[in-house]
């Protein structure tokens, strides 16, 4: 295991016991008690988590991880996610993209799509952003033409909040929104860990024409602190195989169309 694997790993843990022990972690990842010292060490001097004698407990950023941690997670199911999101884009729409790992891959796949290259002045695609890293790496695309929401940038996630981004978002309408979401729950629906990006994505679902929630399958029947949308703002949802058969049935019931890749 890699050693960015191995720290998200570690604060997935504290996120679900809370504390841990630096014996048992050792075993349970069949590396060294040094190695875990080591990085427990790392994590708090981020003040991701506190130390303890012989472990650490969870503080309150351990739910809500910084990007760089959160890339290591589901790797896999989130590469065939995005590939899948980013074909039901056509030429010429304008597209939104909030922040988060999963929407900053479908941004890639949207890069990469040469049927979206430009073959005349106007832009293979339009996309409205509100999460840094997918300006920054989008704004070299000649066929794409970027708008950014403006706001304040909150460090764990890229994203701009506030203001300054509703102001913008006001103004705009858009074709289709890849929604990422921090938990979906087919009956309460949409979540994230940040009220104020809760209340931005919000806003980007209103504009919207059309929602594609984007969330792997250890995302789904869970919620978290501050609502995003109701279940039926969403139109479709993509997740991985490994999806609860019940959740992705109870999101159909409720009128959601689900594509598991």
């Known amino acids: 295991m890699a050693r960015h694997e191995r720290l998200s790993t570690l604060l997935d843990m504290l996120g679900q016991r809370e504390k841990i022990d630096v014996e048992d972690v050792a075993a349970e990842l069949n590396v060294s008690a040094a190695t875990i010292r080591r990085d427990l060490d790392h994590l708090a001097e981020q003040q991701l988590l506190t130390r303890t004698r012989g472990g650490a407990v969870a503080n309150d950023l351990a739910y809500d991880l910084p990007l760089r941690y959160k890339t290591a997670r589901h790797v896999p199911e989130k590469q065939r996610i995005s590939a899948s999101a980013a074909a039901l884009a056509e030429r010429g729409m304008a597209v939104g993209l909030n922040g988060g790992t999963t929407t900053a891959g479908v941004a890639r796949a949207l890069a990469m799509r040469a049927d979206l290259a430009s073959r005349s002045d106007a832009p293979g695609l339009t996309v409205v952003t509100n999460a840094l890293n997918i300006a920054h790496e989008l704004a070299v695309r000649p066929n794409v ?4 929401t403006g706001g304040v940038a909150r460090p764990q996630s890229f994203e701009l909040s506030g203001p300054l981004a509703t102001r913008v978002l006001s ?3 858009m074709d289709l929104l890849f929604l990422g979401v921090d938990a979906l729950d087919p009956e309460a629906g949409a979540f994230a860990h940040h009220e104020g990006e809760a ?7 209103e504009r919207a024409e059309r929602v594609v929630a984007v969330a792997d399958g250890s995302k789904l029947g869970r ?5 995003i949308c109701a279940t039926h703002d969403v139109h479709t949802l993509v997740t991985d195989t490994e999806a609860d058969p019940a959740a992705v049935r109870a999101f159909e019931a409720a009128g959601v169309e689900v594509l598991t890749v």
């Not at 033409?145 to 950014?148: D, H, L, P, Q």
């Not at 209340?199 to 679902?205: E, W």
């Not at 919620?223 to 609502?227: G, I, N, P, T």
């Open 223 to 227: 919620r978290a602190f501050a609502r």
């Open 199 to 205: 209340s931005i994505n919000r806003l980007m679902v």
């Open 145 to 148: 033409k970027i708008v950014v």
């Open 171 to 173: 103004e705009l309408t």
